[in-house]
């Protein structure tokens, strides 16, 4: 049986479903001799903002029993270093490259993805509206509808570039919020990101990273990540990428179930380098057992009696 792991985010078309998430996989250059990019669908970048940020004071990461907490805090070199310096050594990769922007209000992310727009090996922007551990910027935007479609919009009159709106878990109706990036022009939306947490040192009573509170990701995040796939879909018309715990193969599968078009995969990759690669083999291998040829022939399928 010959299957296709070929998947449709709007107007742009993946090999196949399987993402490396931001922050997780640096621009790409850097993981190019220890992941074959050349069997994912897609890299989105780490996140890029207006000026260089030099993230937040150490410790910035602290491994849970359930996943890990970060804070990180958005270091990057800045959008202008990055088209500089660093945007084209991404043209030799052998995928897609998402670049991720971070602005502090609405007209910074437009000027952001201005600038990314006139790149064309670059094939879509996602928007981060969801980071937990930055002082400006980031969950506050992903929280309001109406900022949502406001970044969207702007965005959208800013690039011909497809959209992708990064969405938190910390909201209390995920459907509005991604109606409202809909509405916006978003071409996707990604859900979601880490879930805000805290670890502390009963010894010495001080938290445990630098800046106090990070974000929880890893296996922990997965079923919540799996219930608000779940929760969204048929729920708007444009695609859903599920991101969040995807520790093994079968989460992929979970997500895609729920109804995610595609996933991303990021705090696994730390423990594994070789699981994207490995899942997008099981995916292949799951569509021949149930007799399927074709991604979209899973997504949302799961069964409700």
Known sequence: MNVSLETELGDLTLRNPIILASGTAGFGIELAETIDLSKIGAI???T???SPREGNPPPRIWETECGMINSIGLENPGIDLFIKEIAQQLEDIDTK?????GGENEEEFAELAH???SIEHIAAIELNLSCPNVKRG???FGQNPRLVEKVV???KKSTDKPIWAKLTPQVSDIVEIA???EEGGASAVVVGNTIPAMAIDIWSGKPRLGAITGGLSGPAIHPVAVELVFKLHGKIGIPIIGCGGVTKPEDAVELMLAG???VQIGTATFIDHKLPEKTTNFIAKYLEKKSKTKIDQIIGKVIID
Do not use: R, Y
Not at 97 to 101: E, F, G, L, M, Q
């Open 260 to 262: 995610a078009s595609a």
């Open 48 to 50: 890029l903002t207006a």
């Open 97 to 101: 490259i998402v670049v991720s922007i």
């Open 44 to 46: 989105v970048t780490k």
């Open 138 to 140: 980031g969950i506050q």
């Open 153 to 155: 919009l702007m965005v």
């Open 179 to 181: 109606k409202a990036a």
């Open 115 to 117: 600038k990314i727009d």
